[in-house]
């Protein structure tokens, strides 16, 4: 994965620019729908804060170009856990967050897809963020022998 820092001026504007268009893929597409997790039967819903947590998070070109395919993310993604809310802000002590996990492929290389998703009471279940990891293959532990 490729983060962009400390890039020259006009290689950063068209990363900048690369992720906004990106951004306005998402929140065309995605932005107040819900989606059905297939695996846990939970409607996940889409909000601009959600979208706006991932752009002001998002340092990669994969991770960028992740955002638009948040609806399949969404539906296919596997439970990983429940967390408590460690650093509640007023009125949002009983928020909770459940983790799931996704293998994504961009330009021929797939990603581990960590999603959080914020449940809050009244509201349901919303999409928080989502990260990508890179899959490090562990060499065979076996000995192959003639």
């Not at 951004?23 to 995605?30: L, Q, T």
């Not at 889409?46 to 979208?51: A, E, F, I």
């Given at each position: 994965m490729t983060i962009i820092k400390n890039l020259p001026q006009e290689e950063y504007e068209q990363f900048k620019a690369f992720k906004t268009s990106c951004?306005?893929?998402?929140?065309?597409?995605?932005q107040g729908k819900s989606f059905l997790n297939g695996k846990r039967k939970v409607l996940i819903k889409?909000?601009?804060?959600?979208?706006n947590e991932w752009f002001s998070?998002?340092?990669?070109?994969?991770?960028?170009e992740s955002i638009k395919y948040l609806d399949e993310m969404l539906k296919k993604a596997v439970y990983n856990h429940l967390a408590k809310n460690?650093?509640?802000?007023?009125?949002?002590e009983l928020a909770t967050f459940d983790y799931y996990d996704y293998k994504l492929t961009i330009n021929g290389k797939t990603y581990a897809v960590v999603l959080t998703v914020k449940n809050v009471r009244g509201q349901g279940s919303i999409y928080y963020h989502h990260f990508l990891k890179d899959i490090k293959t562990e060499p065979s532990s076996s000995m192959i022998q003639p």
């Open positions: 951004f306005a893929y998402a929140k065309e597409h995605f889409v909000s601009r804060t959600g979208l998070k998002t340092k990669t070109y994969e991770q960028a460690e650093h509640p802000k007023r009125g949002d």
